[in-house]
């Protein structure tokens, strides 16, 4: 493949291929299953692809200071770990890569307003507390009122 390729460190998602012409950066190093990774390129005039087996294929689009960017979608099913991406870029045959970890989970569900419902176990937690509710709130009604009655 050409190229004194120094390999990734896994730590800053860098990796420069070939003198240094090409650099890779992933952001974020680590991602969740069905996260998002965000590929910047240094060095690929015309674009190219990057490669996974943690996503499917994406275009490297060039948007110009010789800078090329893809977004990928990490797979829901991909098993925890380390994983490496290729980069080829259009302009030459050099392949560059650099390791990023998958993390298990999606994290947090944040900002769905709602959009979850509630689990059977919550609906019947929930409706326990409204009928020990709806009891105590008649035993109160009941024994006050045979208070009052017994006074008058």
């Known amino acids: 493949m050409g190229g004194n390729n120094q390999g990734g460190n896994g730590q800053g998602g ?3 291929k070939d003198n240094g012409r090409i650099t890779v ?3 974020p190093q680590s ?3 069905g996260g998002t990774l965000t590929i910047t390129v240094q060095g690929c005039k015309r674009g190219g692809t990057v490669a996974s087996n943690a996503f499917s294929q994406v275009q490297l689009s060039n948007n110009g200071q ?3 960017t893809a977004s990928a979608r990490i797979h829901d099913h991909t098993t925890p770990g380390q994983y490496n991406l290729a980069v080829r870029c259009n302009d030459n045959s050099n392949v560059a890569t650099v390791q990023f970890t998958v993390l298990s989970a ?3 569900q944040g900002g769905l307003g709602g959009s979850v419902g509630p689990s059977s176990t919550e ?5 326990a507390l409204v009928a020990t509710a709806a009891v105590g709130g008649g035993l109160f009604v ?3 009122r045979r208070t009052v009655s017994g006074r008058g």
């Open 142 to 144: 009941a024994r006050r």
């Open 123 to 127: 609906m019947a937690i929930g409706g």
């Open 25 to 27: 950066r992933v952001n």
């Open 14 to 16: 860098n990796v420069r």
């Open 66 to 68: 010789n800078q090329s």
């Open 31 to 33: 991602v969740h299953q």
């Open 106 to 108: 999606r994290g947090a």
